[in-house]
């Protein structure tokens, strides 16, 4: 637990951006020994980094916000996904937070290729053995914790899948797969045409959202695994666009 003092440091770099000991010191008329315990402890629990003299506010990413929601539903649609995933394929894993979750349950699978440009899925699957990963790389979307850009596109060129596992912002029947940014466009349709199977992992909120930046058309998707509260209409038109929907009980 933070001291009020400690809390007030943080006010204080949320605004600054970045401080130093001597100021700070002077400021709460403590000795710069007090402070750097001060600043230690704030940077053990993350949210700064010290550099000689002084430190940095880290930024939190809003994946790392994302991934607490809805947490058990992310897991059950992972555990379905994971039916769908066999010994000696290569799978892509795009950089949703429900992708990361079925990451984690890659484990007992074996002879297991999985590209993906997730940093996150990279420090998930790469220390596993059984596990070969192909790294795409290109310009750092720190809050997305992804590669995106012309460089990833690229790359991404030369490389095709068994099966494709995505996450989206928003799904509509008419409109189709939806994102709230340009950045994600390229590389996933990239991905959606280099892969046998696209299975998209979406929660039946992501059906009620709007989305600003069109990725695909909803029959470019083989298959769609959400919870049982999606609409009984919107379940018949995408099974109507020829869209497998694999429904979850949760």
């Known amino acids: ?5 400690q809390k007030q440091i943080l006010e204080i770099l949320r605004e600054k951006k970045r401080i130093d000991v001597g100021s700070l010191a002077a400021g ?25 003299g002084g430190a940095r506010i880290i930024e939190p990413a809003d994946y790392s916000a ?8 992310k897991k059950k649609l992972a555990e379905r996904a994971l039916t769908y995933i066999q010994e000696g394929e290569t799978i892509f894993l795009d950089s949703g937070t429900s992708v990361l979750m079925l990451a984690k349950m890659l484990t007992p699978i ?3 290729t999985v ?7 990279v420090s998930q699957v790469g220390p596993e053995h059984g596990k070969s990963v192909v790294i795409i790389g290109g310009e750092l979307n720190y809050q997305e914790q992804c590669c995106t850009g012309p460089m990833t596109d690229a790359a991404l060129e030369k490389i095709y899948a068994s099966k494709a596992f ?13 994102s ?20 998209l992992l979406v929660d039946s909120g992501k059906f009620k959202k709007t ?3 069109k990725i695909a058309e909803i029959e470019e998707v083989d298959v769609i695994i959400t919870d049982t509260e999606l609409p009984p209409d919107v379940r018949q038109a995408l099974e109507a666009a020829d869209v497998k929907v694999d429904l979850v009980e949760v």
């Open 1 to 5: 637990m933070l001291t009020i003092r």
């Open 28 to 52: 709460f008329s403590m000795t710069e020994a007090s402070i750097r315990l001060d600043l230690t402890k704030l940077e053990n629990a993350g949210y700064l980094r010290r550099f000689y």
């Open 66 to 73: 994302r991934m607490e929601q809805n947490l058990k539903v």
């Open 110 to 112: 074996d002879r297991l």
């Open 115 to 121: 590209v993906t440009n997730s940093l996150p899925v």
């Open 166 to 178: 995505l996450g989206a912002d928003s799904v509509d029947v008419e409109n189709g797969i939806l």
């Open 180 to 199: 709230s940014g340009l950045d994600r466009v390229g590389y996933v349709r990239t991905v959606m045409s280099h892969a046998k199977t696209v299975l």
């Open 211 to 213: 989305g600003v930046v």
